[in-house]
């Protein structure tokens, strides 16, 4: 019973490691600037796989690679994918608010 509540503890700090969850709770990430272009793209296209992560989870430089590994999943998984007008307000978004 104690390694399996171990485990579950452990795991649950690997799934929230660097998320900059604020004080709005678990789950619940805060996003900066959340009615600009970029964050409504990313609330409505991201959250329908998973909840919507904190810009500041990757660099700038990483946030191209992440979303196009994004929209192949959805084409993939058989979700819209994200128009292309809005794959630059979304990036410029994410760059803006990236770690570092």
Same mark, same amino acid.
């Given at each position: 019973? @104690?390694? *399996?509540?171990?485990?579950?503890? /452990? +795991? &649950?700090?690997? @799934?929230?490691?660097? =998320?900059?969850? $604020?004080?709005? !709770?678990?789950?619940? /990430?805060?996003? $900066?600037? $959340?009615?600009?272009?970029?964050? @409504?793209?990313?609330? %409505?296209? =991201?959250?329908? =796989?998973? +909840? +919507?992560?904190?810009? !500041? /989870?990757? #660099?700038? %430089?990483?946030?191209?690679?992440?979303?196009?590994?994004?929209?192949?999943?959805? *084409?993939?998984?058989?979700? #819209?994918?994200? +128009? $292309?007008?809005? @794959?630059?307000?979304? &990036?410029?978004?994410?760059? *803006?608010?990236?770690?570092?």
């Amino acid at each position: 019973m @104690l390694n *399996r509540n171990v485990v579950s503890s /452990v +795991a &649950l700090l690997v @799934l929230f490691t660097g =998320c900059d969850i $604020p004080s709005g !709770g678990v789950g619940k /990430v805060l996003l $900066p600037e $959340p009615e600009s272009r970029g964050a @409504l793209v990313m609330k %409505e296209n =991201c959250s329908s =796989c998973h +909840a +919507a992560p904190s810009p !500041g /989870v990757h #660099t700038a %430089e990483e946030w191209p690679n992440v979303i196009y590994r994004m929209q192949e999943h959805r *084409r993939m998984t058989g979700y #819209t994918l994200i +128009a $292309p007008e809005e @794959l630059e307000p979304l &990036l410029d978004y994410l760059q *803006r608010h990236s770690k570092g």
